[in-house]
């Protein structure tokens, strides 16, 4: 009669141990069914599924491993698992499996307690967890970035999808916590390319606001300014009117204000860790050609995509040359670069946070509401606002200890 039984280890970690676990059950033809190991602060946990039709090889296997784990210093139990319990076990091999990413500059047992929370009520079981931060060192400089993040892996039928993205956005309002849920396919795992928002997203200022104090119009423009951010007014009809605000504005003004624009906080570190990843970006604004160029050569960027203004004899005219880049055409050209490259619209990545960003958001494989307004939060997939930019790196499900490396 064929055995199957669930062996699990628990102990400090040492070198060698698995090697000599496996030499024990490869001497008696154990097969192996499933394997996982885990290791917190050099404590071992490890679980080994094994299976055997020899009733006798079995049992002088177990004798061994009892033995063998008293001598590396590890506890041991054996659980027999039913034909039942198994084949019900590889039914479930084909089902949607899902991440629920969590960070914020310091995660409490209060967060995770809340978290876990709205991951039971929708019917799943936690699976795997992760913490993708880096380990955090005692004495912290002040200064430095705070960030801690951890990855759980689901399994079940998630019961409401808009039920837990809204449980999640109310949780992120009161504990200033991000909380992302993604499927965990293939496509998460080869993501190629990401496309970034301007104003507010790579730079923390709007900069058509930075040109209107120039102009001497700003009060005029930044009100304007917060109504289209908001979805209260149309973006091209909103947008023509605040540079038309602009006429007469010496263009020398225009490199002292690309010098002064302030890059996000984990831009810069994103855009590097991309680049050197071998993935492709692209700035997709609505606001300015020059100054995305600026920050394409800063930064690095492979494409970019602006409105261009209109220059006529060293003096801003008050128009703008082209097609205006509003929501639709961002949607538009984040299709038309995943088509150059070959790619899905599941392998792209779009970050943003204003209410015409939307569109592209929505197309993305990965859309990132990153630090937006409540309009644009409610209706993005995914949004971070407790952390820098660099943030949206472990919702790729990277690690802090590889990022170090690339």
Known sequence: MREIILISFLGPDQPNQFTRLMQVLSVHSLQILDVGQAVIHNQLTLGIVVASDDETATALA????????????????????????????VSEGGRTRYIVTALAPELTASHLQAVTKIVSNQGFNIETVTRLSGRLARDLEDN?????????????????????RAACLSLSGELNIDVAVQEDNAYRRNRRLVCFDMDSTLIEQEVIDELAL???????????????MQGELDFQQSFRARVALLKGLDASVLPKIAERLTITEGAERLISTLKALGYKTAILSGGFQYFAEYLQQKLGIDEVHANILDVQDGFVTGEVKGAIVDGARKAELLTQLADKMGISLEQAMAVGDGANDLPMLSIAGLGVAFRAKPLVRQNANQAISSVGLDGVLYLLGMHDKDLNRA
Not at 147 to 155: M, P, T
């Open 62 to 89: 177990m004798k061994e491993i009892l033995i063998l784990a008293h001598d590396i210093g590890l506890t041991v139990r054996f659980k027999p698992i039913s034909s039942a319990e198994y084949d019900q076990w």
């Open 214 to 228: 120039e102009a001497g119009v700003g009060e005029q423009v930044a009100e304007i300014t917060e109504r289209a």
């Open 144 to 164: 430095a970035p705070r960030r801690a993040c951890v990855q759980f892996g689901l399994s079940g039928q998630m019961l409401d999808a808009q039920a837990m």
